[in-house]
T-cell receptor, first 111, second 115 residues
Framework: TQLLEQSPQFLSIQEGENLTVYCNSS?????LQWYRQEPGEGPVLLVT???GGEVKKLKRLTFQFGDARKDSSLHITAAQPGDTGLYLC???????????WGAGTKLIIKP | DTAVSQTPKYLVTQMGNDKSIKCEQN?????MYWYKQDSKKFLKIMFS???????INETVPNRFSPKSPDKAHLNLHINSLELGDSAVYFC??????????????FGNGTRLTVT
């Protein structure tokens, strides 16, 4: 069974600080997606990374896919209260027909 | 202009009842899904349909029966509701069955509470 371990599970920091969320697996993924979910809403896609070593930036968010395509990280610079939410990673295995989900990171940014 | 819409938003019902949740997507996607999100926020896939054909049927009690009248709709019917069925149920769609570069678009969820 493929697993995607996401850490930390919970993070509460002050506005302006930096943070990193990790998703790790022993399995190889053909791609990895990051979603953000706000209360009362469904997850919304932030980015998809598909190439080993790929780095994508979305304003203050930087996403990286590991060289071996087994892990990924999300780094937020100068966090803002608007970044508060549940961050989920999801890997598409080589079979491609069912996403493997991390357990999520609940992020709270205090003003 | 809602891309994936599901109704109702909230559903409170008693044990033993039968209920349905409806989902529609206007994105022209071929694949639709039902997910269950538990109290710890873990997302677990229940079913996946591709062009009205059942593709994924995870270990879900047969009290749960999906129905896809056309590729834009995927409804979920639940018989004999139990306390453990309380959760948030999400409908989602993707352009293609292959998830390599075809992300999911989620509805806003249905919070089911069984009393």
């Amino acid at each position: 069974t493929q697993l995607l371990e996401q850490s930390p599970q919970f993070l509460s920091i002050q506005e302006g600080e930096n943070l990193t969320v990790y998703c790790n697996s022993s399995s190889v993924f053909s791609s990895l997606q990051w979603y953000r979910q706000e209360p009362g809403e469904g997850p919304v896609l932030l980015v998809t990374v598909v190439t080993g070593g790929e780095v994508k930036k979305l304003k203050r968010l930087t996403f990286q896919f590991g060289d071996a395509r087994k892990d990924s990280s999300l780094h937020i610079t100068a966090a803002q209260p608007g970044d508060t939410g549940l961050y989920l990673c999801a890997g598409a295995p080589d079979s491609n027909y069912q996403l493997i989900w991390g357990a999520g990171t609940k992020l709270i940014i205090k003003p | 202009d809602t891309a994936v819409s599901q109704t109702p938003k909230y559903l409170v019902t008693q044990m033993g009842n039968d209920k349905s949740i409806k989902c529609e997507q206007n994105l022209g996607h071929d694949t639709m899904y039902w997910y269950k999100q538990d109290s710890k926020k873990f997302l677990k896939i229940m079913f996946s349909y591709n062009n009205k054909e059942l593709i994924i049927n995870e270990t879900v009690p047969n009290r749960f029966s999906p129905k896809s009248p056309d590729k834009a709709h995927l409804n979920l019917h639940i018989n004999s509701l139990e306390l453990g069925d309380s959760a948030v149920y999400f409908c989602a769609s993707s352009q293609a069955h292959s998830l390599y570069n075809s992300p999911l678009h989620f509805g806003n969820g249905t919070r089911l509470t069984v009393t």
